[in-house]
């Protein structure tokens, strides 16, 4: 791949003040690069200032790296104390997929890598189910650890976890319908970098049979929600919803059928957004620069 063709991706946040864009688009100008894509935000109600922009090189010819742009950026950082990322865009990051018995989300994920739709290596498989749980699934070369979980071993298995996402360099964790609650232990290692998906109704039913108990309700949407893993269960900061109107005619049978193509899609779409550099938090909310 030629200076040319290879693309950045740089992510910032920082306190909103007069100059930010300026500052940025001359640092690129004078580094020798073009801007391809750029998009800002200024929350006026917390005060920061959020950008995504994606640039490359204009000569192909002058033998730069990535942490040439790192170095000379930095400076730039320190003068508006940004809270900033800079990578190639084709440098895949490592993605480790956590789930239970239930693996229509596992599935999707899987499907989508195969035909390219998500630039990402898999570093593992993890599950608390054995793998005959899941059938013909074609894992490949995908590694595949079966780590049982019990009231009594929950720490050990944690621990077990947490040396696998060491061991691998993974950057994110998904949880793909894992249906355990993470320690805060775990949580506090993974903060910024573990999502979840999980279904989202009004009135919140919690517990066993979430989709039976909307139907005795009679609810008329159903949908999911996936967000960042905090130590507040299923309240971590958003990074997608989306949501499927339905009838009296509807089964308990329907809403589970379509809860989980909705829950698919919102996990894919997060995956998605976080592998290209589109999500920033905002304290106990995110910015998504969607495309």
């Known amino acids: 791949m030629t200076a040319r063709s290879e693309s950045y991706v740089l992510t910032l946040s920082c306190t909103d003040v007069p100059g930010i864009v300026a500052g940025v688009s001359s640092h690129l100008f004078e580094a020798g690069c073009t801007v391809l894509d750029a998009q800002q935000f200024s929350d006026t109600e917390t005060g920061r200032f959020f950008m995504r922009v994606v640039f490359n090189w204009v000569d192909a010819e002058a033998g730069r790296t990535t942490q040439d742009l790192k170095s000379s950026f930095a400076h730039l950082a320190q003068r508006f104390r940004m809270t900033w990322t800079l990578r190639a865009r084709r440098e895949r990051q490592r993605v480790m997929l956590l789930a239970s ?18 630039q990402m290596d898999i570093s593992a498989i993890v599950s608390n189910y054995s793998r005959s749980i899941y059938g013909s699934t074609d894992f490949g070369d995908i590694p595949f650890h079966y780590l049982p979980i019990s009231g009594d071993t929950k720490l050990e298995q944690e ?19 894992y249906m355990q609650i993470l320690s805060n232990g775990l949580v506090t290692k993974l903060a ?10 009004l009135p919140g039913f919690k517990g066993a049979r ?21 130590a507040d269960l299923d309240e971590g900061p ?11 005619r509807d089964t308990p049978d329907d809403l589970v059928r379509k809860g989980r193509d909705i829950e ?3 996990l894919a779409r997060s995956v998605r957004y976080i592998l290209e550099d589109r999500v920033i938090l905002n304290g106990e909310k995110t910015i998504v620069f969607k495309d």
Do not use: M
């Open 210 to 230: 979430p989709y039976h108990q909307a139907h005795e309700r009679g609810v008329k949407l159903i949908g999911a929600t996936s967000h960042f893993v905090t």
């Open 101 to 118: 018995r239930f693996d229509h989300c596992l599935n999707d994920l899987l499907y989508r890598w195969r035909i390219g739709e998500l």
């Open 238 to 248: 958003i990074i997608e919803q989306d949501v499927e109107r339905i009838s009296h």
């Open 192 to 201: 910024g970098r573990c999502i979840n998906i999980h279904h989202s109704f």
């Open 159 to 177: 621990s077990e976890i947490w040396q696998l996402v060491t061991n691998t360099r993974t950057n994110l964790v998904v949880l793909a319908r």
């Open 264 to 266: 698919r899609r919102v």
